[in-house]
């Protein structure tokens, strides 16, 4: 029996092609307020959320995700918007919060928030943190479209992100609810 | 927590004369996310539309919608249509970005993100609706009371989620 | 299929800051192109418009926009392609967060672009624009210099990242 000669490295050709985005890490809440990716790696340039989600609410649609890093919840944020509402476009500002937000939430457990949030350069010690996202939901007759931007005054690397459900959310979020965290490569 | 390259071309279609609509089918439910891009122009500048796997009697669809004029901004808001408008496309070079988040889901309705640029005309963006809880399997795009001309692009991309 | 979105190039502008920021021999062998900028410039305000121009030249631009201040809204043409960075007035350390999506930039058409761009500001004034861009030319896009629209100049730490997506 003659042996089956290997295959050396070097005779591969072919080699797999690897992007550079990258999924990191996904959160599909049951029953918590908040929603938290912690222990983020520092090897990405950039990060993507995108997030599909709604909760049931007490009080009347619509509410926001209230987001934070690295567990600083002192008034180290502001947060801006440029929004439709689908009778009007209208712009909104506001400095020293202790947040920034994500709009809107639609309490309909069948009709779904969508966001695609990016962070660039969020491991830059020398930078704030800069966030921009388009988010929304459309409720055949009621809906918001909203370009979002947040700003969190500190010049640490990001390693942890919470979004948090504000006054009135009650904790149950509709079926395939998803978080989901993507890094990118620069 | 694991991490994995995606963002993974699952097809394109590039029209070759004139044609009213073009349909993504067979679309794999493998993936989290998908995300069309649609490069071209329309024969005239009008709306975008789309719908899902064949649903075109419904009234299922809805959108609310923020337009730049160039001398105004504003919103609008469609409700119980048979498609989706996605913005509009016009005779000059034009770029509509959808994002279908969890498409394959067989539990709620969906929604889609998307960004329209027809630069000789409007720059829009909005949230389209289909109060349909079936997982996506075809993606039809039509020009309203126009055509895609030669030339113009479709392709689609899956995101996996970790 | 192969996951796609590859870093080309990227950026930093180092100290003493940059009037520009280029990216050239732009390969051919993508799709499309999506250009990621952090900036901020020594504009005296709280936000700036940068643009690019492509092949080094910054002329058969339009672009189409809808503008929010933190207050008011807008809407505008211009004759050159728009985003946003931060400028000199704004919080200190603060960068804006912009993106330009370039599809088919290598065929042989005229080339549109969808750009999204915020500045931010630790108060009521910032700013967030999207534009519909468009360069009426037919030749492929090798060159990419990002520049400021009101002879400002781009700061330390500004930076921008070239990635390119494949369809197939």
């Known amino acids: 029996m003659s042996i089956l000669p290997g295959i050396y490295a070097s005779q591969i050709t072919g080699h797999l092609v690897t992007g550079s985005f990258d999924s990191i890490a996904t959160v599909s809440p049951t029953s918590s307020a908040t929603v938290t990716f912690s222990s983020i790696p520092s090897t990405y340039k950039h990060l993507q959320i995108r997030i599909l989600a709604s909760v049931a609410q007490t009080v009347n649609p619509p509410f926001n995700w209230l987001v934070t890093f690295n567990g600083d919840s002192a008034a180290n944020y502001s947060r801006h918007r440029l929004q439709g509402d689908g009778s009007s476009a209208s712009s909104y500002g506001i400095g020293s919060q202790n947040y920034f937000e994500l709009s809107y939430i639609n309490g309909s457990l069948t009709t779904m928030n969508a966001a695609v949030v990016d962070i660039l350069d969020y491991q830059n010690t020398n930078k704030y943190k800069t966030t921009k996202s388009l988010s929304g939901y459309d409720a055949n007759g009621s809906g918001f479209i909203v370009l979002n931007s947040g700003s969190w005054q500190s010049t640490s690397a990001i390693t942890s992100i919470s979004i948090t459900q504000n006054s009135g959310g009650t904790g149950l979020y509709a079926p395939n609810t998803s978080f989901a965290l993507y890094g990118i490569r620069g | 927590m694991a991490a994995g390259s995606t963002y993974t071309p699952i097809a394109t279609y590039t029209v070759s004369s004139a044609q009213a609509a073009y349909t993504f089918s067979s679309i794999p439910s493998t993936y989290t996310d998908l995300v069309v891009v649609i490069n071209g122009t329309f024969g005239a500048f009008n709306t975008l539309f789309m719908q899902f796997n064949s649903d075109t009697s419904s009234n299922n669809y809805s959108d609310t919608g923020m337009n730049g004029s160039g001398s105004a901004a504003s919103s609008y808001r469609g409700t119980s249509g048979n498609a989706s408008g996605t913005g509009g496309m016009g005779a000059t070079r034009s770029t509509t970005i959808l994002q279908i988040q969890n498409y394959s889901n067989a539990t709620t309705y969906k929604t889609t993100l998307w960004r329209a640029n027809s630069p000789s005309d409007y720059v829009q963006t909005g949230v389209s609706l289909w109060r349909n809880t079936a997982a996506i399997n075809s993606i039809t795009f039509t020009a309203n009371a126009t055509t895609f001309q030669a030339g113009s692009t479709l392709t689609l991309y899956g995101i996996t989620a970790a | ?168």
């Not at chain 3, 999506?34 to 643009?51: M, P, Q």
């Open chain 3, 1 to 168: 299929m192969a996951n796609t979105m590859t870093l080309i190039s990227s950026v930093t502008v180092g100290a003493g800051g940059a009037a520009s920021i280029d990216f050239t021999s732009i390969p051919s062998t993508y799709t499309d192109l999506v250009l990621k900028i952090s900036a901020r410039t020594t504009r005296a305000n709280e936000g700036d418009a940068i643009s690019v121009s492509i092949n080094g030249v910054a002329t058969n631009q339009s672009s189409r926009s809808i503008e929010g201040s933190g207050s008011a809204t807008g809407s505008s043409t211009f004759t050159s392609f728009r985003t946003q960075a931060d400028g000199a007035n704004a919080t200190a350390n603060t960068f804006g967060n912009s993106e330009f999506y370039f599809p088919n930039y290598a065929g042989s058409t005229n080339k549109s672009a969808s750009a999204d761009g915020v500045s931010e500001n630790n108060a009521t004034a910032a700013y967030a624009w999207l534009t519909a861009n468009l360069w009426s030319s037919t030749a492929a896009i090798n060159q990419i210099t990002v520049t400021d629209l009101n002879s400002a100049t781009f700061v330390q730490y500004s930076t921008a990242y070239l990635y390119g997506i494949k369809s197939s």
